[in-house]
């Protein structure tokens, strides 16, 4: 029995267009809850394609850390709809459902969303029109259509793929070529102790910052440029992380002179392996060079998430397992909410739990 309540559910699949749609499902609950009066509740869940007892534990790996990624970016499109002082609107719920049972179709996995529908009293179903789960043959209905069908009031999210004109001789679009060049400039002019006023020396800057931003601007920038205000809110974040950063590097400063000045030097070097609850290039970068900042431990490699960090001594595992850098990392990059979450001991034990 489909529910009339104004709960939303989200199918979640790793898509160009996901981060709109959960724009547009949060917009759609906060709407619906101003007008009721009760808060509401988006759904976001991941419809597994593989089955309990074959999982694939990279597969788990890369569906968790997806739906962490779409409640972050629900949260933050949350806090620019309410005011500061405001309760929240609206709830997030997130998991995996249908690992019990093999699904292929689209009427397969519409049947494994509209039990969880059912099951949570939703009645509102935001679709990604990238998400296509089941393959989207011509003699099959679609996703939408299998719901649709079983009741549900299905809102396809009126978002499209963003096309970006691109310069000439180049895949890069003009704000990227803008934002490189400047950068590039700029570090000229440095250079030459911001004196350069020969016309001669600047054109040589130009054509320079040019053939920089022509061969480089992919290996600078990956993906879309983000939002001024995310970039000024990751910069105020980051001030305060700095000092921060430096405390943790002080404190190891001291741990690590103790051990070398003690007479019987207790150095007991060991690779610590972990996956760190981070993505994305920049934030799995600043988690990496703040872990190798830190005296007595050195990240050796990272793959995705995965770190793997060599501690000098006893104590430098200790705190790198106790994740006070990656909640930190978090919050820079991820805000407040975001690094309330467990350390990465606590995750490896629980790991260690599921498979003894």
């Not at 910069?235 to 000092?243: D, G, M």
């Amino acid at each position: 029995m489909v529910a009339d309540g104004h709960d939303v559910l989200v199918p979640v699949g790793d898509s160009e267009t996901l981060r709109r749609t959960v724009t547009y499902a949060v917009e759609q609950a906060h709407e619906a809850a101003t007008e009721s009066g009760v808060a509401t509740t988006v759904h976001f869940v991941f419809p597994a394609r593989w089955r309990i007892f074959e999982t694939d534990r990279a597969a788990v790996d890369a569906a968790n850390s997806l739906l962490d990624r779409v409640v972050t970016w629900a949260a933050e499109d949350l806090d620019e709809l309410i005011g500061e002082d405001e309760p929240p609107t609206v709830d997030f719920e997130s998991g995996t459902i249908g690992t019990g049972e093999y699904v292929f179709s689209p009427a397969d996995f519409a049947d494994v969303v509209g039990r969880y529908a059912d099951a949570n009293g939703v009645g509102r179903i935001v679709v990604d029109p990238s998400f296509r789960p089941g393959g989207s043959a011509p003699i099959l209905r679609s996703f939408e259509e299998e719901l649709a069908n079983r009741g549900f009031d299905v809102l396809e999210a009126p978002v499209t793929r963003r096309t970006r004109r691109r310069l000439p001789f180049t895949d890069i679009g003009a704000p990227e070529f803008a934002l490189v060049f400047s950068t590039s400039f700029l570090f000229y002019l440095a250079l030459g102790g911001w004196l350069v006023t020969d016309p001669y020396e600047l054109l040589t800057g130009v054509v320079t910052a040019g053939v920089v931003t022509l061969t480089l601007a992919r290996v600078a920038l990956k993906g879309q440029l983000p939002k001024l205000r995310f970039v000024g809110i990751s910069v105020v974040r980051l001030a305060l992380y700095t000092p921060i950063l430096l405390w943790e590097i002080a404190k190891a400063n001291v741990a690590l002179a103790y051990v070398v000045l003690h007479p019987r030097l207790p150095i007991d070097p060991r690779i610590v392996e972990f996956d760190a609850a981070v993505w994305g290039d920049m934030p799995v970068t600043t988690l990496a060079n703040s872990i190798t900042l830190t005296p007595g431990t050195l990240t050796i490699d990272v793959e995705r998430q995965h770190f793997l960090v060599h501690a000098l001594i006893p104590d430098a595992e200790d705190d790198l397992l106790e994740g006070t850098l990656e909640r930190l990392v978090r919050f820079v990059f991820y805000g407040r909410e975001s690094a309330r979450i467990a350390s990465p001991r606590e995750r490896l034990e629980d790991t260690e739990g599921e498979n003894p």
